[in-house]
């Protein structure tokens, strides 16, 4: 495998170890009681990322490079006791971002098949990440007290 497409499956490594639902799932976000539904998401995309840096991890090792899974961006830290709903709402906009650039490293890796298959499967299951947290986003109807 060539260098570049090794350079391009460390850059799509790191966006799974260090998303922002990586980072939402160490911290302590504020959760009003009822719900837990969020956090449950937020550690199943996590765990998703997880399964899928593995297998990328062993692709660049396989390739006799070593995997680089970067570090959080700072502006991570400045989130970590925030309500979940203004969180929620701040993963899908990460998570929109994450997509965009999967789509440019799925063009770039277009001469590494199987580097471009993987980076393809990790397109489909941040799409489906991000339709789950617009979900998660949506307005929730009030319930008035004592209902």
């Known amino acids: 495998m060539k260098a570049d497409a090794i350079h391009w499956l460390n850059r799509l ?10 980072y ?4 302590r976000p504020h959760v009003p009681a009822g719900r837990g539904e969020e ?6 995309i996590a ?21 680089r899974s970067g570090e959080f961006p ?18 899908v906009g990460y998570q929109q971002q994450d997509v965009k650039v ?8 277009e001469t590494a098949p199987a580097a471009r298959a993987i980076a393809e499967e990790a397109l489909g299951m941040a799409k489906g990440h991000l339709e789950t947290l617009r979900e998660l986003a949506k307005p929730r109807p009030h319930k008035p007290a004592g209902a």
Do not use: G, N
Not at 79 to 85: R, S, Y
């Open 24 to 27: 939402l799932q160490w911290s």
């Open 47 to 67: 765990a998703d990322q997880d399964a899928l840096a593995d297998r990328i991890s062993r692709m660049i090792i396989d390739a006799d490079a070593l995997p």
């Open 39 to 44: 956090l449950e998401a937020i550690r199943a």
């Open 13 to 22: 490594l790191a966006i799974h170890c260090k998303s922002f639902p990586q």
């Open 74 to 91: 700072m502006e991570f830290t400045d989130m970590h006791d925030l309500d979940i709903d203004y969180l929620i709402r701040a993963a």
């Open 102 to 109: 999967i789509e440019r490293l799925v063009e770039r890796l």
